[in-house]
């Protein structure tokens, strides 16, 4: 392009501001916003060797990154498998753990808060995650439901902290969770060490880091790991006011933990994945009263701080095109699964930008030509207020020139 790598790494950071900001782009860019297996995939290694070596995962993801065109460097969905390993996880099933080395990762749903715990809960929500939480979601963490911790403030002081922490921590079955907590540590070390070193070398290329952590709406936080979908959905007829102390429990926790990341030189740019809010998953009248909320709250926190928030609206989300409409004007980089993209256009086209949406059925079993068309609809509609990507990121099965083919068509027919 004739251009140094900074001026590079400045325009696609611009451009990606302006269509935010609902300005004119000098052209409409190609952005997954996450990745998982396709970038290992389509380089011939296993859906195990991505979680189990950092270093080929990321250099896999930054050859796929240049060879389709994408404009940033994309954060890639995985979980270290050492990590996983490490703690005995049984909240997540993976590749090389009980699943075959071509089996993608999978989440275990379930009600890691039973129904009748909600008091003892919000009564000591830290003491409760450790002692009960904990042990549920990792094998080699049994040991922090065997041992009476005391709260924390009640051994404040040096006496007890010798006298009487120490000697339960230092229990056999404490220390088994306590050696499994390092050795997490020592993954997660190595696995950051390989991304640091990634974005670094993207950087020098002149491809920005596209966003630099997930946050949730408290909602998501409660229904995902709390208490799940059967569990939430119930609670909402059943227990609502105790489901209602939950969410407010964690508002302030989705809120902070980005402003935190952010604010120790993270990118400004925070991802959030919408799990129970789509129009297929709760009525509009449980929409405004347990999710809405804390939802707009979340946005205006952010958006305050400084920082773009990036939804990604999964599921149909076409009747919740009102409320969308009512966020801030050209300050919210919204990705979405499924919509009427007409109906959007009209309710929230001077509202904020579009991104995503060309299906990922498409790019698995459709031709080239077949996403261009797709692609060039957008492009017709949305003219440059438009990011291009497939509904939930480049999936894994995508065919490589499926994927080249959103990449050809913005290069064929730019800004219209």
């Known amino acids: 392009m004739g251009m140094s790598p900074e001026e590079l790494f400045a325009l696609r950071e611009k451009r990606f501001d302006d269509i935010v900001a609902l300005r004119e782009p000098d052209k409409v860019p190609v952005i997954p916003l996450v990745t998982t297996y396709f970038p290992t995939r389509v380089k011939g290694f296993s859906n195990r060797d991505a979680g189990y070596d950092q270093p080929l995962r990321f250099r896999c993801m930054k050859e796929v990154a240049l060879e389709y065109g994408w404009e940033f460097a994309v954060p890639n969905g995985l979980f270290t498998s050492q990590g996983l390993d490490a703690i005995g996880m049984l909240q997540v099933r993976w590749p090389g753990g009980d699943l075959p080395d071509n089996a993608p990762f999978q989440y275990v749903e379930g009600e890691y808060v039973t129904s009748d715990e909600y008091d003892e809960l919000l009564a000591d929500p830290q003491g409760f995650t450790v002692r009960k939480i904990f042990p549920r979601v990792g094998s080699e963490f049994a040991g922090l439901g065997q041992i009476p911790l005391p709260p924390l403030h009640w051994v404040s ?83 609502p006011d105790k489901l209602m102390a939950a969410i407010d429990l964690m508002r302030p926790a989705a809120i902070e933990l980005p402003k935190g990341v952010v604010a120790m030189g993270g990118v400004p740019r925070v991802f959030i994945p919408m799990h129970r809010g789509a129009d297929n998953f709760m009525s509009e009248e449980t929409f405004e009263k ?74 698995c079993t459709g031709t080239p030509q077949q996403v261009k068309d797709d692609v060039k609809q957008l492009v017709d509609l949305f003219g440059g207020r438009l990011m291009i990507d497939a509904n939930l990121g480049v999936p894994d099965e995508a065919r490589p020139e499926n994927v080249m083919a959103m990449w050809e068509a913005v290069e064929e027919c730019g800004v219209s």
């Open 157 to 239: 002081n040096g006496y007890y902290v010798q006298q009487v922490l120490a000697r339960m921590l230092a229990a056999p079955p404490m220390r088994r969770a306590l050696d499994a907590l390092v050795k997490l540590a020592d993954a997660a070390a190595v696995s950051d060490a390989a991304m640091y070193a990634h974005i670094q070398e993207m950087a020098d290329l002149g491809y920005p880091w596209l966003w630099s952590c997930v946050s949730m709406t408290a909602f998501d936080l409660v229904s995902d790991y709390f208490r799940g979908l059967r569990g939430s959905s119930l609670d909402m007829y059943r227990q």
């Open 290 to 363: 347990f999710y809405w909320p804390s939802f707009r709250e979340l946005i205006d926190a952010l958006i305050e701080a400084g920082i773009t928030p990036i939804p990604l609206f999964e599921g149909h989300y076409t009747s919740r095109l009102k409320y969308l409409a009512e966020l801030p004007v050209g300050k919210v980089a919204a990705h979405f699964d499924f919509v009427d993209r007409k109906k959007f256009k009209e309710l929230c086209g001077d509202v904020m930008c579009f991104w995503g949406n060309v299906p990922a059925s498409l790019l």
